[in-house]
Nanobody, 124 residues
Framework: QVQLVESGGGLVQAGGSLRLSCAAS????????LAWFRQTPGKEREFVAA????????SYADSVQGRFTISRDNAKNTVYLQMDSVKPEDTAVYYC?????????????????WGQGTQGTVSS
């Protein structure tokens, strides 16, 4: 069983930064893809970024490319999302998720495990 616990959400002004963390518990993470999705009321969950647990591959949505950075600390079993130059449209509940599907999937249905979510709010 995989458990994911997000933290680090909050309120930030436009142009500022926010760092989200996701603490993961699983016996063997080497085959997993870890990702962040986000969701606003009335909309489907949207892919934000993904990273392989083993290796250097990362992937970003066009809307956050160049502003957000996904990273991991294998020793701490933690994945991070550094959000810089944030915009009001980045306001959402951010979810950490894990998948054993092949690299490249951006569909929420392909992700097996989800955290409870953390709210990130950007004021204008």
């Amino acid at each position: 069983q995989v458990q994911l616990v997000e933290s680090g959400g909050g309120l930030v002004q436009a142009g500022g930064s926010l760092r989200l963390s996701c603490a993961a518990s699983v016996r063997t993470f080497s085959s997993y893809i870890l990702a962040w999705f986000r969701q606003t009321p009335g909309k489907e969950r949207e892919f934000v970024a993904a990273i392989r647990w083993s290796g250097a591959s990362t992937s970003y949505a066009d809307s956050v490319q160049g502003r957000f950075t996904i990273s991991r600390d294998n020793a701490k079993n933690t994945v991070y999302l550094q959000m810089d130059s944030v915009k009001p449209e980045d306001t959402a509940v951010y979810y950490c998720t894990a998948s054993v599907r092949p690299w490249g999937t951006r569909a929420s249905a392909d992700y097996n495990y989800w955290g409870q979510g953390t709210q990130g709010t950007v004021s204008s």
